[in-house]
């Protein structure tokens, strides 16, 4: 079985609707990197995304669906 901790870093592309949340939030802009991704711990993440990721949000997704975990220092996509 699997295992991710909370602490673990993983990386999303943050839709314009997640930037503005954590424009609003914080004051200031995500730090993307070179392929639009940004970087979170996990727990992070879900405390600053977590109430707005819900069905048929208004506003839309928060960030893309795809996450990327931080697995032996390489970066690898969940999903298919």
């Not at 909370?6 to 004051?27: A, P, S």
């Not at 200031?28 to 711990?41: A, N």
């Not at 048929?56 to 298919?80: M, Q, R, S």
Request: glycine share 6%; aromatic share 14%; hydrophobic share 40%.
């Amino acid at each position: 079985m699997d295992m991710i901790n909370l602490n673990e870093n993983v990386k999303v592309k943050l839709t314009d609707f997640g930037i503005n949340v954590y424009r609003i939030r914080y004051g200031i802009e995500p730090k993307v990197d070179e392929l639009g991704y940004t970087s979170f711990q996990l727990w992070q993440l879900m405390n600053i995304y977590g109430i707005y990721c819900t069905l048929a949000n208004p506003d839309g997704e928060p960030f893309k669906l795809d996450i990327l975990l931080n697995e032996n220092k390489y970066f690898h996509c969940l999903a298919t």
